[in-house]
């Protein structure tokens, strides 16, 4: 799970950039199982939290790099978010639902 905060004026167009360069890129390694972007608007800053699931470790390793901790930053961050929280946090899942 990664965490960013952008100003609210910004949070549409970063909203939009996720769709069109975020998520591609994370569906795009193998092993990469689903992707999910969670949007809360708070006065005037946005929050963004971007969940992902993976097949194994070594998925991850291929999206993120040998250092599975630090959060992977792409070069138009730097036109939204407000802070670069250096590290991501791993849960293995114990517990799974699908909709019927």
Do not use: C
């Amino acid at each position: 799970m990664w965490h960013g905060v952008t100003p609210r004026s910004k949070a549409d167009a970063y909203t939009t950039f996720l769709e069109q360069r975020a998520v591609p890129d994370y569906r795009s390694v193998p092993g990469n199982l689903t992707v999910a972007v969670l949007r809360r608007d708070e006065g005037e800053v946005t929050h963004f939290m971007t969940v992902t699931h993976w097949e194994s470790e070594e998925s991850i390793r291929a999206f993120a790099g040998d250092d599975l901790l630090l959060a992977k930053y792409y070069p138009e961050d730097h036109d939204y978010l407000l802070e670069f929280e250096p590290l991501v946090q791993h849960f293995v899942v114990v517990a799974h639902a699908n909709a019927v």
